[in-house]
């Protein structure tokens, strides 16, 4: 029976949380972090390298000092107890299992350093075993197991701590593709059993937007940013409200296409922009706020396009020359040079079928105005007024 | 391995293959020569490479171990010629014949029978004195007689002759060539251990297995903290470890002698001419192995104790249950150098240590060696006992060096 005892309620509330490894350089890592994560949440911190996501982890975990701000865990301050008192349980990205231990004083290890006795050990090692689907191995050393069942192990030894919250880092970056995909459903049913409030890093968007209830998106902290918190909440939300630029391009992949212009028109629900080739597109956005003759950027996602002549197509057409085309059987991806992107910037396009261009063919495509993305010059986005979704097409 | 190699790369290999021999031969044969000297009768540092049987000795060998050498010295100054006496029994007397100083003596009357049953094993013990007076000449047996009585006695008779001062010294009767033409007197010249060569032993092996020992507990634990922990001043003291490191030991003879001279005037155990001091002068070489440790440290990802933190574990305990049950390859390593370069080690011990029973091997080797007489053949034996211990820890340690303990743990 895949069953766990109910974990204590885990709250884990970060304000105002600041990171700076060398204090007499004024850099910081992560800046003014304000996040509440509900009991049973699965959260995940993604972002690109270096943005600070591990960092935030190991400071969740107590691993890294927080250098100002409160840490509240289950309703208690955190900030100055040591890890194995703030009762998380921790998956590192390398497994860190201990080599000269089979799996069972693996696990068993934290246990005994409690001083438990040994049948309540032997029970909760087997039983996270059983639950993991390691108990042929349990005599074995971490050097006779594949990848995926030492990340098993990883996990077995957070389990039977019965911890409050579990922290991933990474957990999956050392896979292979497939075993990823397996590895990723595991620790989705893991949650959904033992509904513990899961913590979980990745620079993977699949990973984040498969697995979260909520997805927190941190960046590299700007010199004088506020934060690098830039959004935190449901995946959809992230997909089809990001509130900045950086959201937009970070979620979603292939990464949405963003395209140079100018406001020409502000309408009550919707907005024309100019584009610096001289296209004019529609997009559904409220852009009260905006002016008529701001730069702006346009991004609309390479799978919300669709053919010139379709019906859909009702914010406009951009055509330009093919660079390449990739046919991956189920996808087919073209690349554009449409003029109006930034230098060096390839116009994406994901189709459901194959198109039969050619490199240097020009090909035109249609934008639905539903489908589009408006972000002032600073990256903020304005609210969108409508949501497009590839099953009206 | 299975890789096509062209026949050039073969002639190569060929000859790298033979180069590794006489590299290795090279290395061997001082080691080679060393042991046939320890075998050579007398002390000569010149002579066959191969001891032979008839030139081959194990004196050098048994003075190294502490065991009195007998040898069988002619007297060229006596005669022997016997005394009148019962039926049966037979009264020897060593005469002088003038040629080379010889204080006569004159045995205890033995029964002829039995010590012709004796054996040159098992000798009869026969007693004797200096006389007041030399015997009058009517009292000594013929030449004929006395010829066939030497015979008889030849290698079979043990004289304890008491001396003046209480002690006795033994003496033989012997064939002077194998034919057994002619017979002579002989006395067994004993040559006991000049040095206490087995207590030198015991004492390196004493002070290289505590400064060993010790050197890895202060090595692991520094090691540990320079390789995971940060703290001002952590580069800094390490470079400058390596730097002193740098000069030898030598150059500091002085110094250290001073240092310890004093050192021995508030702690004696500590001091000069002390093992405790000697040690401690040693466990000042533990930078390298410092160094050494700290860099297999590194290679162990830090992760490990991180999961041991998270798991409860106190950084002592992380260290003594995760960190050095995988370091035990380079633990052995470094107990094998700190054990070798301490039994090796001479300039250093030869100041601090001054007692014949408390110098080291290394040391007191070197006593076998003065210029008016070079012991080649006692220093040699004592030099190849110097190897043993290396050799036995070497043996012991080697099942410890074992790759791969690591594997598994993590991701590589």
Redesign the interface.
Known sequence: MRQIQRHKMADVLLSKVRKNYNPSVLKDTLRNINLDIKDGDFIVFVGPSGCGKSTLLRMI???EDITSGDLVIGGKRMNDV???QRN???V?????????MTVFENMA??LK??HMDKETIRQRVVHAADILGLEPFLDR?????S?GQ?QRVAIG?CIV?QPSVFLFDEPLS?LDAALRVRMRLEISKLHRDINATIIYVTHDQVEAMTLADKICVLSPLQANAESNLEQFGTPLELYNHPVNQFVAGFIGSPKMNFINGTIAEIGDKTCKVKLATGEVLTACVDASRGEVGQKVQLGVRPEHLVAASSSKADGGTLSGKVIVTENLGAEFFMYLDVGACDEGVDFTIRHDFAVDVKSGDNFTIGIPAAACHLFDADGIAFPRTAVYTRAER | MAMVQSKNLKYRKAAAHLFMWVFLAFILFPLLMVVAISFRQGNYSVGDVIPSAQTSTLDHWKLALGISVHDNVRVRGADIRFLKADDGKAVLFASDNGTDPFDPFVTAPFDVAQAKASTSKQMLSVKAAHPEAEPDESQFLDDGKTLDLTKAVAGKLAIDVAKDDGSTERYMIEANDKEGTSFGVYRDQVTPPPFPVMHWLWNSIKVAFITAALIICLATTSAYAFARMRFRGRTFILNSMLIFQMFPAVLALVAIYALFNRIGSYIPSLGLNSHGGLILSYLGGVALHIWTIKGYFETI?P??E????????TPW?AFR??LL??SVPILAVVFILAFISTITEVPVASVLLMDMDKLTLAVGSQQYLYPQNYLWGDFAAAAVLSGLPITIVFLLAQRWLVG????????G
């Open positions: 975990a107590g691993l040591p890890p194995s998380i349980g921790m590192f990205q390398s497994y860190a299992l201990y080599p000269h290890f934290g350093l409690k050393k971490p050097k006779a197991l990848g030492r030894r701590q050392n | 990802d992760s490990l991180q999961a041991a933190a998270i798991d409860g574990a305990q249950l995760i049950p995988l791969g303990l690591t594997a598994g743990g993590v991701k």
